[in-house]
């Protein structure tokens, strides 16, 4: 267990708003993803972030933008959601030798009518 | 650009049997490799990894998974399946990037 949360587990909403995500960790980890899980692709890496205010695009970022002005939290953004961001959400940190092995959060669940 | 192919979509074995579930990649440079399991309604384990030295690794739960450079392969293994394996089983691949398979779906049969 690395610790990680996830808040909301599951949310229902609308096309056209705006929701945020996040996942919490308590172990002081520099780095941290947002991944998306859907039938068939796997896991896509949305963003990822290198430290405080350090953030980059990972695959599939359009739709998408992430802040993490705290080392525990970072935060995933969906500006105005539409159907094609239903999907599982994890988030995961880096950890182990030489920060390579990844660990996952226990995801949330989205689902835009 | 990386990439990572899991070649069995969906595969179901009577408990006991054996399990070989393939993974290639396409990278030219180092990689770490994977292998992650998820449980039904469960998030990401990792089951094992493969950083350098010997190409044959052992995992938990009695997989191995074996590294041929080669073939750019890294396929998972159990000689003897048990129905508590049934999860998807994704293979991952990091080279610049993390990148993973699109997942096998394993059902083990009582």
């Known amino acids: 267990d690395a610790g990680i949360t996830q808040s909301p587990r599951h949310k229902v909403t609308e096309t056209g708003t705006p929701v945020t995500l996040r996942c919490h960790q308590t172990?002081?980890?520099?780095?941290m993803y947002w991944y998306r899980q859907d039938p068939g692709h796997g896991l896509r890496l949305i963003h990822y972030?290198?430290?405080?205010?350090?953030?980059d695009k990972g695959e599939v970022s359009d739709g998408y933008s992430v802040s993490r002005s705290k080392t525990e939290d970072f935060l995933l953004t969906l500006e105005s959601a539409t159907s094609s961001q239903t999907s599982v959400y994890f988030c995961?940190?880096?950890?182990?030798?030489?920060?390579?092995?990844?660990?996952f959060g226990p995801g949330t669940r989205l689902t835009v009518l | 650009a990386q990439s990572v192919s899991q070649h069995n979509h969906h595969v179901i074995l009577s408990e006991a049997a054996s399990l070989e579930l393939g993974c290639n990649y396409s990278?030219?440079?180092?990689?770490?490799l994977f292998w992650y399991v998820q449980y039904p309604g469960q998030h990401l384990q990792l089951l094992l990894k493969?950083?350098?030295?010997?190409?044959l690794v052992k995992g938990i739960k009695g997989f191995e998974a074996e590294f041929i450079k080669s073939k750019f392969s890294f396929n998972l293994r159990k000689p003897s399946v048990q129905w508590s394996d049934t999860a998807e089983y994704f293979c991952?691949?990091?080279?610049?990037?993390?990148?993973f398979g699109a997942g096998t779906r394993l059902t083990v049969k009582p």
């Open positions: 995961a940190i880096s950890a182990g030798q030489l920060y390579n092995e990844q660990f």
């Open positions: 172990e002081n980890h520099r780095y």
């Open positions: 972030s290198y430290g405080v205010k350090d953030t």
């Open positions: 990278y030219g440079g180092t990689v770490n």
């Open positions: 493969y950083f350098s030295g010997d190409p």
């Open positions: 991952a691949v990091k080279g610049n990037d993390m990148r």
